[in-house]
């Protein structure tokens, strides 16, 4: 047993053991830190890290952008609505979507009804400072990015509020505390996940 291997044993016996019993689905704006926190929270939990975006591109073998720019994005957001019901049925885990998923009633109704929505909330700044470099960002692409992630932002927030959990992001804290936040706030519903002594 390598050295890696033997410290993330020593780690797994020494964490206290969780069981979750739905899969927590991350919501929220692009650059938010779904899919970071998500990872970082599925390793914590023991249980698997899906995406639904990484999933859309693995079936279609095309980037997320590159599905906007040949079929639209009614089409995305069809495909998306499969994927997410199809992964919330597979085994449970952290479920990472895609920032404008949530805004479809059809993907609330079933995250409600077989897992459990953690909204991570950051504000427009914090957003702007992680997404102002990358291109790739579909719906950013035009002439004035900021006022566009805005006028996103301010359109998805009320609908993002309708989460059943809410996390709020803050530009000091690192991955790995976003994500025990993120497990705190999970552990005050026993319906998603506990402690156990094994």
Known sequence: MSKIEQT????????PRYRLKKTAVMVGMMGAGKTAVGRALAAKLGVRFLDSDAEIERAANLTVPEIFDRDGEV???KREAEVISRLLDSERGIL???GGAFLA?????????RGVSVWLNADIELLWNRVR????????RTADPKATLTSI???????YQKADLSVTCLPN???EQMADR????LLTRPDVLEKTNA
């Open 8 to 15: 993330m044993a020593d780690d797994q016996t020494s964490a």
């Open 75 to 77: 089409f995305f957001r």
């Open 96 to 98: 990472s979507t895609g």
């Open 105 to 113: 009633d059809e993907n609330r109704k079933n995250i409600s009804a």
């Open 133 to 140: 470099h990358k291109d790739t960002r579909p719906l950013l």
């Open 153 to 159: 932002y301010d359109a998805r927030v009320p609908v």
């Open 173 to 175: 804290l690192t991955i």
């Open 182 to 185: 993120v497990l705190d706030v």
